[in-house]
């Protein structure tokens, strides 16, 4: 069933050679593409809200410029990734419409709250951790812009990933209250962190054919498996009780079994209504209005130039 042009480029994508923008490809190759990185890109914009909120309140100097690069990072990973989009034949502005109206999707865990500090070790080692096993294979992907994308944003996801453990263990093995607030931050960050990969692979509707397409590498059940067997054990080094009682080790299997994913909470967040959903789109768009400014002057300045140039 498919056409001579699709049979080719399946042959190219089996063979590993990489899609550039140019090149003829399938228009829903195109499109899931498109969803994919642009969803990703939002969540980095939109991921730097929970932890923007403790950069007035980061307990030392050092912390403080810390959280402020890896903020920065994230603001970076955003416009990197919208770049690549944008090499797809969508422009930027839609893009952002999309963000800005509510109708584009985004990674549901960035709609929980940062309550303490210690959400900031958590989110650094276990969101930072879940997005690294996700996007290290994403390195390999089909398509050359997004795959060469991941390989520098890797890089500084592993520093924050390791930023964020260093704070956990800071407050692991500090004053029993520090503790406390380091396992109460685990106890609320873990189960959405497992949601971060995904629908189970029954329920993944996209996994079939992007994996086909190679803009996946792997299933969403494999990461999060994955994902459990590195992190179990660095819970425990820290000394904290990951919240899941039907935690075991399966020796027979070779991996960690864990108990059920509330699929409910997880379908009820990426529909709009996790927590922080609506501060999350207001905080948003009360910083797109209040840049129009800076658009209106380079904009003015870009013709002003332009007139210049023809006079
Ligand atoms: N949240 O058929 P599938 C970061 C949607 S890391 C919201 O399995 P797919 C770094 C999905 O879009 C986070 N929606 O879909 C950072 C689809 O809806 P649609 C970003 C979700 O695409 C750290 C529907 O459910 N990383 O930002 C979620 O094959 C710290 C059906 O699902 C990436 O985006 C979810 N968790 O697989 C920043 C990585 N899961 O579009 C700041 C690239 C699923 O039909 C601070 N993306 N949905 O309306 C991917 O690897 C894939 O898109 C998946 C989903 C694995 C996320």
Redesign the pocket.
């Known amino acids: 069933e498919m056409s001579p042009e699709e049979r080719a480029f399946q042959d190219r994508i089996d063979a590993d050679i990489k899609i550039e923008p140019k090149e003829w490809m399938p228009e829903a190759y195109r499109k899931?593409l498109i969803?994919?990185?642009s969803?990703?890109?939002h969540?980095?914009i939109?991921?730097?809200q929970?932890?923007g909120n403790w950069i007035t309140r980061a307990p030392t100097l050092e912390r403080k410029a810390i959280l402020l690069a890896?903020?920065q990072d994230?603001a970076g990973?955003g416009l990197y990734l919208y770049c690549a989009a944008e090499t797809l034949g969508v422009s930027r502005d839609e893009l952002l419409e999309q963000l800005n109206s509510g109708k584009a999707?985004?990674?549901?865990?960035?709609n929980y709250p940062t309550l303490t500090w210690a959400d900031i070790g958590a989110?650094?080692w276990l969101?930072?951790g879940?997005?690294i096993m996700?996007?290290v294979p994403?390195q390999r992907c089909s398509y050359g812009p997004y795959s060469r994308a991941m390989i520098r944003?890797c890089k500084e996801?592993s520093f924050?990933q390791r930023q964020g453990y260093d704070a956990m263990t800071k407050l692991a093995r500090g004053t029993p209250e520090q503790k406390q607030m380091a396992q109460d931050a685990l106890n609320r960050w873990w189960w959405p962190s497992l949601?971060?990969?995904?629908?189970s692979?029954a329920?993944?509707?996209?996994?079939a054919q992007?994996m086909r397409w190679k803009?996946?590498i792997n299933s969403?059940d494999e990461?999060r498996q994955k994902f459990v067997d590195q992190t179990v054990p660095q819970a425990e080094y820290l000394g904290l009780t990951v919240p899941d009682p039907d935690l075991k080790w399966n020796a027979e299997r070779g991996h960690y079994d864990f108990g059920a994913i509330d699929w409910d909470e997880?379908y009820q967040?990426?529909a709009g209504n996790g927590p922080c959903n609506r501060q999350r789109l207001r905080t948003r768009v009360k910083a797109y209005e209040e840049g129009q400014w800076v658009r209106d002057a380079a904009d003015a300045y870009a013709a002003k130039k332009a007139a210049r140039a023809h006079g």
């Open positions: 899931t969803r994919q990185i969803q990703h890109a969540s980095e939109i991921g730097m929970p932890e890896k903020v994230e990973h999707k985004y990674s549901s865990i960035f989110i650094g969101v930072d879940a997005a996700n996007q994403l944003i996801e924050h949601m971060m990969f995904g629908p692979d329920e993944s509707v996209h996994s992007s803009i996946k969403n990461l997880f967040v990426i």
